[in-house]
């Protein structure tokens, strides 16, 4: 089932901004292509899950912050990639200044680090849950304008902060009640990729163009490296089918092996000190996730590179298992990337989540809760004078933390309990006029069917009973 806030986009000769009512009737203005609104229903799906998000961010003492939806251009155009870049919502704003819509957090979270690492304890570990805007093409789970959860942690240059992060990463998946069945995560290293791209002969512009090639060739095949080819000119076969021959190393076994062989030939008799370096980090990784109970979540898979430009070492992302939907979430290590910014280097690991494929996951899983808007409490008032008297206790319980709904007019008493019924309210408060000249209120269980009268002096006592008794 689609969700609410995932809607239909149609072209016709209309302008962008004109559409039709529900009713068929030509409106006035629409929602941009790939831009949402949320509706109560979708908007409390989307509390839902951010909620849930910041809960087991905090159990791993991670800080939420914040940031502007609008930075200088310039932030972007060397230090997320060319992909990235041609997706900006750019423009000149008044001051005449290059600006972009955020298209990420990565570039901005380091640039807030950088100002302040100085005196910020270590390790730094944030989270935010923010809004992105990519001009690219609509599909199943990708929008022009999305929801992230970016989690990263800085000041940590070995695998402990991989295999925190990891853990985080899959703490926030599995707080909705998915399993090892329903998603996994797929570890990679583009430090290898990097050693092994450089010993087959390509220099760090082409290694890297080719990262990017090799990052879509699962989904595009060959076609992934026409871009390359463009470029620098075709790739000699033998060569492509060893680089292709790496995307499938699918376990640990087999990338030691790798290492310890084809890796050590490539490097020409050198004494392979880096590549022992990084076989321990490789071993650390694993061995802490699995001492964490959570081996069963995550699978080595060479294949995975991610392609933007700044990642430096370990990279990962997590996938459902039918694979019906686009990645889940994706992330890695980028160490060099506050110092590019201008500032004194960190070591960091950072990834992010998706809300709309993440909301279709779970939707598909029958984890999305039913969400019913309903009020506490519901007065059922009879004429003016007893809505003067109900004024008072509907402003304290509101005061006190209730919810209240009441009639804004006057209504029939018989279509007033219709209304409370309807508001979802598991109590009412009844203010006749026998009531108010006993100086009493009727308060009725609606879902007991039972009642009792109290004193006027008693009524918000008797509601946070009622409350804390279960009612």
């Known amino acids: 089932m689609r969700p609410a806030f995932f809607a239909d986009v149609t072209f016709d000769s209309r302008p962008a901004w004109m559409g039709r009512n529900s009713?068929?009737?030509?409106?006035?203005?629409?929602?941009?292509?790939?831009?949402?609104?949320?509706?109560?229903?979708?908007?409390?799906?989307r509390n839902h899950i951010f909620r849930l998000w910041r809960q087991a961010a905090r159990t791993f003492g991670f800080a939420e912050y914040d940031a502007p939806v609008l930075e200088p251009l310039e932030l972007y155009k060397t230090k997320s990639g060319d992909e990235i870049e041609a997706?900006?919502?750019?423009?000149?704003?008044?001051?005449?200044?290059?600006?972009?819509l955020r298209p990420e957090m990565t570039p901005t979270v380091c640039r807030l680090v950088g100002e302040k690492a100085a005196t910020l304890k270590r390790p730094i570990k944030w989270f935010s849950i923010a809004e992105f805007?990519?001009?690219?093409?609509?599909?199943?789970?990708?929008?022009?304008?999305?929801?992230?959860?970016?989690?990263?942690?800085?000041?940590?240059?070995?695998?402990?902060?991989?295999?925190?992060?990891?853990?985080?990463?899959v703490q926030c998946l599995c707080v909705f009640g998915l399993t090892e069945q329903d998603f996994y995560v797929r570890l990679s290293d583009r430090n290898l990729w990097f050693f092994y791209l450089e010993a087959l002969g390509f220099d760090e512009p082409r290694t890297r163009a080719l990262l990017v090639a090799i990052d879509k060739h699962e989904k595009l095949g060959d076609d992934a490296f026409k871009g390359y080819?463009?470029?620098?000119?075709?790739?000699?076969s033998r060569i492509k089918d060893k680089m292709l021959a790496l995307t499938q190393v699918r376990n640990f076994e087999h990338l030691e092996q790798l290492i310890e062989?084809?890796?050590?030939?490539?490097?020409?008799?050198?004494?392979?000190?880096?590549?022992?370096?990084?076989?321990?980090?490789?071993?650390?990784?694993?061995?802490?996730?699995?001492?964490?109970?959570?081996?069963?979540?995550?699978?080595?898979?060479?294949?995975?590179?991610?392609?933007?430009?700044?990642?430096?070492?370990?990279v990962f992302e997590a996938f459902d298992r039918k694979g019906e939907l686009r990645a889940l979430a994706g992330g890695g290590r980028y160490d060099n990337l506050i110092g590019k910014l201008g500032y004194a280097d960190l070591p960091a690991v950072g990834f992010a989540i998706g809300d709309m494929t993440f909301d279709l996951l779970i939707e598909q899983r029958g984890l999305m809760p039913k969400f019913v808007e309903a009020v506490d409490v519901y007065a059922v008032i009879g004429g003016e004078a007893e809505r003067r008297a109900a004024f008072?206790?509907?402003?304290?319980?509101?005061?006190?933390?209730?919810?209240?709904?009441?009639?804004l007019k006057e209504v029939a008493f018989g279509k007033q309990f219709k209304l409370a019924a309807d508001s979802g309210a598991k109590l009412a408060l009844i203010y006749g006029g026998d009531e108010l000249a006993r100086?009493?209120?009727?308060?009725?269980d609606l879902t007991e069917r039972s009642e009792r009268e109290v004193s006027r002096a008693q009524v918000v006592a008797a509601v946070r009973e009622f409350f804390a008794g279960g009612g």
């Open 23 to 45: 009713n068929g009737s030509m409106a006035t203005f629409q929602t941009l292509p790939g831009f949402r609104e949320f509706y109560p229903g979708a908007l409390a799906r």
């Open 87 to 100: 997706q900006l919502f750019t423009f000149t704003d008044k001051g005449g200044r290059e600006v972009a």
């Open 133 to 169: 805007y990519r001009y690219e093409r609509m599909q199943k789970g990708r929008g022009r304008c999305f929801h992230q959860f970016n989690a990263d942690l800085f000041g940590e240059p070995g695998p402990e902060a991989e295999i925190e992060l990891i853990a985080l990463l």
């Open 229 to 236: 080819t463009e470029v620098y000119g075709s790739i000699d």
């Open 261 to 314: 062989g084809a890796f050590k030939e490539l490097a020409k008799g050198e004494t392979g000190e880096k590549l022992n370096n990084r076989l321990a980090d490789w071993k650390k990784l694993l061995g802490g996730l699995e001492a964490m109970g959570l081996a069963r979540f995550v699978e080595v898979d060479l294949g995975v590179v991610r392609g933007l430009a700044y990642y430096t070492g370990f």
């Open 392 to 407: 008072a206790d509907i402003a304290a319980l509101r005061a006190a933390g209730r919810s209240v709904e009441y009639p």
């Open 439 to 444: 100086g009493v209120v009727k308060l009725r």
